[in-house]
């Protein structure tokens, strides 16, 4: 059967067949149908079946004619079956259709019972450059369907200048009830804090969990005393784990002693005990820090709450903090041994008392080899303590472990260089170069470049010294990835060190 017969069928069937035939006519002239049928299409607009009504909405959309689609599309968008106006509004997104009536229309969808044509009203008005309805607008940000929360979400900040849009993100960040009041105050910048913050006071107590917790968020860059009181006043009377954990991180970034008291309930607590520990070590008081002494040896805690406590115990760094968390390298718990490192790591950064030097770096030399799912926190850890240099040196001879070895290489410090140790770290340097592992290979290639720097002097194998780096340049450069272009960079500054050495004697 070739087109004009088809056409011919499909004209015939819209006219004279039953329900189901005239809607399955009206989408075959969508298909093979010309300009001149989508008049006929928009003749069939008001037919009492609504699945026909949905497929002449269907039919117009493709055959592309605006004018034919104009005439009908409007109507049916209002119209009361919801596949009507679905197909309608998608049709008029499709034949690009514009202007304040269907603005309007697309405006009223915003607040249609079917999330898709809630979908529908937000992608019309993007492609028209419009907001529509503010307050419906707005409103979707509390929609539960993330498909339409998420496109008003964007619709809004696009017109966030829009002065209607505006008011109403403002009106529903002070007023607003669950999610919409959520988003809301994310969307407003940090400068509307101290306009809001009557509003965002009182919103401590919104019986939302989700936004006591996005208020607590607002008040990040609040220090003055009526928000600290609030603030510690809400912490006395919540009774959510996650809100909780919020105002702990607050009060505890404030260093608010107030915090301690709720904190001691909190901390057996799987999801706020860590906020608790953190808030604990940030209060610094003695009876925090025995609290931290405490939690950090009970094992009725969850790890997570002991890996806090030991860091905050290093943040507190009080006398007997180190032993504290050097004896908890051992923990059978990871996390606890992760916060014990991380512990230490603040305390190295900070200052050692000259009798806790020694000690530190050869726990922490040990835990390096010892515990696989620790290797670069522990070298962070080490990064500056000079007692650990002979032992980091014995480890990269001595262990089997490509990523123990390319940490401890990186930790070989050639800034200590001096007229008795100067070639000391130059062969490790140098046969790392040829390692079967990349991340080895990296690190030597860095600290190599570095001790050249450092020392100036010239090795005396310099020909096949330079030979190896020029290949490490041409193979990183093969590597095309961002390790890569670091090893390449490394070997070409070792190159360029090079030329500028005078020869080394040993």
């Known amino acids: 059967m070739g087109a004009d017969q088809q056409i011919a069928f499909f004209l015939r069937e819209l006219k004279d067949g039953d329900t189901w035939r005239r809607a399955a006519a009206a989408?075959?002239?969508?298909?093979?149908?010309?300009?001149?049928?989508?008049?006929?299409?928009?003749?069939?607009?008001?037919?009492?079946?609504?699945?026909?009504?949905?497929?002449?909405?269907?039919?117009?959309?493709?055959?592309?004619v605006a004018e034919a689609g104009r005439r009908v599309l409007l109507a049916l968008m209002g119209d009361e079956d919801p596949w009507v106006r679905r197909r309608a509004s998608r049709a008029a997104i499709r034949l690009g259709l514009d202007g304040p009536p269907l603005v309007a229309a697309f405006a009223r969808l915003l607040r249609d019972p079917d999330h898709h044509l809630r979908i529908n009203a937000l992608e019309g008005l993007a492609a028209l450059g419009a907001p529509g309805d503010a307050a419906g607008l707005v409103a979707l940000l509390g929609d539960p369907e993330v498909a339409v929360w998420g496109r008003a979400w964007s619709l809004v900040y696009r017109f966030r200048d829009d002065p209607a849009v505006s008011?109403?993100?403002?009106?529903?960040?002070?007023?607003?009830?669950?999610?919409?009041?959520?988003?809301?105050?994310?969307?407003l910048p940090g400068h509307w804090t101290e306009r809001l913050l009557d509003s965002l006071l009182a919103g401590l107590r919104d019986g939302s969990a989700q936004v006591r917790i996005a208020v607590v968020g607002r008040l990040r860059d609040a220090e003055d005393a009526?928000?600290?009181?609030?603030?510690?006043?809400?912490?006395?009377?919540?009774?959510?784990?996650?809100?909780?954990?919020?105002?702990?991180?607050?009060l505890g970034m404030l260093g608010e002693e107030r915090v301690t008291g709720p904190a001691t309930r909190w901390l057996g607590d799987g999801v706020a005990g860590p906020a608790a520990a953190y808030a604990l070590g940030a209060a610094g008081t003695r009876a925090a820090t025995g609290l931290l002494r405490a939690a950090v040896t009970d094992p009725a805690l969850p790890g997570r709450t002991r890996a806090a406590a030991a860091r905050a115990i290093g943040q507190a760094g009080r006398w007997d903090a180190v032993w504290l968390l050097l004896a908890l390298l051992d923990d059978p718990d990871g996390d606890v041994r992760a916060g014990a490192v991380?512990?230490?790591?603040?305390?190295?950064?900070?200052?050692?008392?000259?009798?806790?030097?020694?000690?530190?770096?050869?726990?922490?030399?040990?835990?390096?080899?010892?515990?696989?799912?620790?290797?670069?926190?522990t070298h962070n850890a080490l990064i500056g303590l000079a007692e650990a240099l002979p032992d980091l040196r014995r480890t990269v001879d001595r262990t089997p472990s490509p990523e123990v070895r390319a940490a401890a290489l990186s930790l070989l410090d050639p800034d200590n260089a001096t007229d008795e140790n100067t070639g000391q770290d130059l062969p490790r340097f140098v046969h790392a170069l040829d390692d079967p592992d990349?991340?080895?290979?990296?690190?030597?290639?860095?600290?190599?470049?570095?001790?050249?720097?450092?020392?100036?002097?010239?090795?005396?194998?310099?020909?096949?010294?330079?030979?190896?780096?020029?290949?490490i340049a041409s193979e990183a450069l093969e590597?095309?990835?961002?390790?890569?272009?670091?090893?390449?960079a490394a070997a070409e500054e070792a190159?360029?060190?090079?030329?500028?050495?005078?020869?080394?004697?040993?």
């Open 479 to 488: 590597a095309s990835d961002v390790s890569g272009e670091g090893t390449r």
């Open 167 to 187: 008011a109403e993100v403002v009106r529903t960040a002070e007023q607003g009830v669950g999610d919409a009041r959520v988003r809301a105050l994310e969307l």
């Open 495 to 506: 190159l360029r060190a090079l030329d500028g050495c005078r020869r080394f004697s040993s």
């Open 438 to 471: 990349a991340t080895v290979r990296h690190h030597a290639t860095e600290g190599l470049a570095h001790w050249l720097a450092a020392t100036g002097r010239r090795p005396q194998d310099e020909g096949r010294l330079r030979a190896r780096l020029t290949a």
């Open 27 to 64: 989408k075959g002239l969508g298909r093979v149908g010309r300009d001149e049928h989508a008049w006929v299409l928009a003749g069939s607009a008001d037919d009492l079946a609504p699945e026909v009504r949905e497929a002449v909405a269907v039919g117009l959309g493709r055959l592309g």
């Open 342 to 377: 991380d512990g230490l790591d603040t305390l190295v950064d900070e200052g050692l008392r000259p009798w806790e030097g020694h000690p530190v770096a050869w726990a922490l030399v040990a835990h390096l080899a010892a515990d696989p799912n620790t290797i670069w926190q």
């Open 226 to 250: 009526r928000t600290r009181d609030a603030l510690a006043a809400a912490l006395e009377v919540e009774r959510d784990a996650n809100v909780a954990a919020s105002l702990l991180r607050r």
